[in-house]
Nanobody, 114 residues
Framework: QVQLVESGGGLVQAGGSLRLSCAASGSIGSINVMGWYRQAPGKQRELVAT???????NYAYSVKDRFTISRDNAKNTVYLQMNSLKPEDTAVYYC????????WGQGTQVTVSS
C-alpha cells in the first residue's frame, strides 16, 4: 500500500515563502514522476510542478520562476519551495506519485493573505 504524507502548508502574507514536503512510503516503482497539484475553491485541480526520478522538471507557467520542485530519491520525498507567494496561489496543494498507478496525498492548505 502506497501512502503519501504531505506537510508544510499554512498561512503566509503575500511575498512570503513556504516549503511543502511529501514523503511516499510503500512499494514504489523506481522510475516515477512525483509532483504537486492544487485546487482552489470553485476551480478544477491544476498542475503546479512535476519532477521525474531522473531529474527532469515541468512547471505551470503561473509558478515558473517563483516555485522550485526537488526530490530526494533515497527518501522518496518531493519538495516544493514556494517564493514570492501571491493571493492567487491560495489552494489546497496535493502531492502526486505516478509510474503506472497514480497516488494522491490528502492535501495541505496554503493560504496567502494580501
Amino acid at each position: 500500500q502506497v501512502q503519501l504524507v504531505e506537510s508544510g502548508g499554512g498561512l503566509v502574507q503575500a511575498g512570503g515563502s513556504l516549503r511543502l514536503s511529501c514523503a511516499a512510503s510503500g512499494s514504489i516503482g523506481s522510475i516515477n514522476v512525483m509532483g504537486w497539484y492544487r485546487q482552489a475553491p470553485g476551480k478544477q485541480r491544476e498542475l503546479v510542478a512535476t519532477i521525474h526520478s531522473g531529474g527532469g522538471t515541468n512547471y505551470a507557467y503561473s509558478v515558473k520562476d517563483r516555485f522550485t520542485i526537488s526530490r530526494d530519491n533515497a527518501k522518496n520525498t518531493v519538495y516544493l519551495q514556494m517564493n514570492s507567494l501571491k493571493p492567487e496561489d491560495t489552494a489546497v496543494y496535493y502531492c502526486n506519485l505516478h509510474w503506472g498507478p497514480t497516488y494522491w496525498g490528502q492535501g495541505t492548505q496554503v493560504t496567502v493573505s494580501s
